[in-house]
């Protein structure tokens, strides 16, 4: 499975972007998605989850009221939809995968079993 992350831009604060994830591959199983961050100079951070049938979605505390995670599994694509962007946002987006159908909340909070990662889309927010 690969996966191509797209979306991340420079936004001034206050504003919103759409990130996209697009699974290519071995991609006629199932799989929850999400998304993880990782700011300069610290750790990668979870961000966001949803099941294979998007019934289930886990976000960070830091993001639940600003932050929207859906898919389109005829696309093969996950977004999430960032409004109110702070400069704290800042970060390269990761989208990753974890196959079958089971969802885990642990598996994303540690990343813990994550099948795939994409490469990342940069969003920088500026003041």
């Known amino acids: 499975v690969q996966l191509q992350a797209s979306g991340g831009g420079l936004v001034q604060a206050g504003d919103s972007l759409r990130l996209s994830c697009t699974a290519s591959?071995?991609?006629?199983?199932?799989?929850?998605m999400g998304w993880f961050r990782q700011a300069p100079g610290k750790e990668r951070e979870f961000v966001a989850a949803?099941?294979?049938?998007?019934?289930?979605?886990y976000l960070a505390d830091f993001v639940k009221d600003r932050f929207t995670i859906s898919r389109d599994n005829a696309k093969n694509t996950m977004y999430l939809q960032m409004t109110s962007l702070t400069p704290e946002d800042t970060a390269v987006y990761y989208c990753?995968?974890?196959?079958?159908?089971?969802?885990?909340?642990?598996?994303?909070?540690?990343?813990?079993?994550?099948?795939?990662w994409g490469r990342g889309t940069q969003v920088t927010v500026s003041s």
């Open positions: 591959g071995r991609t006629s199983g199932s799989y929850a």
């Open positions: 949803i099941s294979w049938h998007g019934e289930d979605t």
């Open positions: 990753a995968v974890d196959l079958g159908e089971n969802f885990w909340v642990t598996t994303w909070l540690h990343a813990d079993g994550i099948d795939y």
